[in-house]
C-alpha cells in the first residue's frame, strides 16, 4: 500500500459503537439474532446496537436495524453521546428518520424519568448531591429554563417537586409567591429551587443571585424555610449554598 497505509480485516470492535458490514437480520445466525438472544440470554445480554435494533423493528434501503443502530452509535461515539442528540440530529442519521428518531427520543425520555423516580418510596435529602443525581438527567438538556421547586417536610423528606416556571428565569420575570404556592398549599417546612442553564455552564448569575435573595426574604415571611438553590448544567450543577451564599436565618436578638 502506498503511503505507509496498511489495511485489514481483522479489528477490535467496541460492540455498542462500531459499525459493520450491512446484512439482514434474517440473513444472521439464530444464535446472533437480537430477539433470539433476547430471549436466550436476558435482556442484559444485549448490546446498545441490539437493544436499539429492537426497538426499532426494521431497518431501511437494504440495512438491517441493527446495522442501523450500530452506525447511529458510531457517528455520536456511543450511547451517552447518542442519548444528548436533539431530534433533528436523529433524523439526519442515514435511514434514520422522524418515526425511529421519535421512538429514540421516547425511550431516552422513558429512562431519564426512571431514574430521576427511583429508589421508589421516601426521598430524602441530606445534601445538593440528592437533588442533582435525581434531576440533572432531566434537566440537564432541556433547550429552554426551567424553574422547579423540590418541597420537603420537617425531616427533609421530598413531598413534591413541582415546576413553575419555563422561559427565561429571571428575576425581573418569576413570581416570587409562585415559588412558594405549592409549599403554603401542602404544609411544606422548607424548599429547594432548582433550575437549568440551556448553554451547560452552571455557573450562577446575577440573576440568580438577585432571586434567591428574594425567595430566602419571601420564605422568612411565610416561615418556610429556603434551603438551597441548584442551577443544573449539562453534567454538573452548582449549589449557592456551597458557594457561600447564606440560607440560614438571621439569629434573633435577645429582648
Known amino acids: ?93 442515514p435511514g434514520v428518520g422522524a418515526a425511529k428518531a421519535a421512538q429514540l427520543t421516547a425511550a431516552f425520555e422513558l ?5 430521576a423516580d427511583w429508589p421508589a418510596g421516601r426521598w ?30 420537617t425531616k427533609n423528606v421530598v413531598l413534591r417537586v413541582a415546576t413553575v416556571y419555563q422561559g427565561n428565569v429571571s428575576s425581573s420575570l418569576v413570581r416570587v409567591g409562585e415559588l412558594f404556592r405549592d409549599a403554603v398549599r401542602l404544609n411544606a417546612s422548607g424548599l429547594i429551587l432548582v433550575h437549568n442553564h440551556p448553554s451547560g455552564d452552571p455557573t450562577p448569575s446575577p440573576d ?3 432571586l434567591t435573595a428574594e425567595a430566602l426574604a419571601a420564605g422568612r415571611l411565610l416561615d418556610i424555610d429556603l434551603l438551597d438553590h441548584l442551577v443544573i448544567g449539562h453534567d454538573s450543577f ?9 440560607f440560614d436565618r438571621p439569629a434573633r436578638r435577645a429582648g
Open 1 to 93: 500500500m502506498s503511503g505507509g497505509h496498511v489495511e485489514t480485516t481483522s479489528t477490535i470492535r467496541d460492540p455498542d459503537c462500531a459499525p459493520r458490514p450491512g446484512r439482514a437480520i434474517r440473513e444472521l445466525p439464530a444464535a446472533e439474532r437480537p430477539r433470539e438472544r433476547l430471549a436466550m440470554r436476558g435482556v442484559g445480554g444485549l448490546s446498545s446496537a441490539e437493544l436499539i435494533g429492537l426497538l426499532w423493528g426494521s431497518g431501511s434501503r437494504g440495512r438491517s436495524a441493527l446495522d442501523l443502530a450500530e452506525d447511529a452509535l458510531a457517528r455520536h461515539e456511543g450511547l451517552t453521546g447518542l442519548a444528548r442528540a436533539s431530534d433533528l440530529e436523529l433524523e439526519a442519521l
Open 111 to 115: 429512562g431519564r424519568r426512571l431514574l
Open 124 to 153: 430524602t435529602i441530606r445534601s445538593p448531591r440528592d437533588v442533582a443525581d435525581r434531576l440533572m438527567l432531566q434537566m440537564g438538556r432541556l433547550e429552554r429554563e426551567e424553574l422547579r421547586v423540590v418541597l420537603l417536610n
Open 208 to 210: 440568580d443571585l438577585h
Open 238 to 246: 452548582a449549589s449557592l449554598r456551597d458557594r457561600g451564599v447564606s
